[in-house]
């Protein structure tokens, strides 16, 4: 590079460092979207997205609710998995004599 910066003015200089910066940014984005192709394509080499080796692909085990196991015979659309707290519901129904599995679905 034959740039005498010594003998450039101010502002020629601030106009370089603005053309410095924006190249600069261009070329981290443009390297950046080349290595994005590059994994993407070594993953695909062994059957995968590139998704799936980050983690950001929906897994199908986890988040999937537990099935119902006890049912409000006085509110049929309010259910109980058996799982945490039991709902105020359990507990109305069990003082009132009702046992567990006269609730089961």
Do not use: C
């Not at 600069?24 to 998704?51: C, I, P, V, Y």
């Amino acid at each position: 590079m034959g740039i005498n910066l010594e003998k450039m003015s101010r502002k020629d200089l601030l106009e370089l460092r603005d053309g410095v910066e924006k190249a600069l940014a261009n070329a981290e984005k443009r390297e950046r979207q080349e290595a994005l192709k590059a994994a993407e394509k070594a993953a695909a080499e062994f059957g995968f997205s590139l998704s799936e080796l980050s983690g950001d692909a929906p897994r199908t085990a986890k988040g999937t609710k537990a099935k119902a196991k006890y049912r409000n015979p006085a509110a049929p659309e309010q259910t109980w998995t058996g799982r945490g707290r039991k709902p105020q519901w359990i507990h109305d129904a069990l003082k009132a004599g009702a046992d567990i599995s006269d609730l089961e679905i």
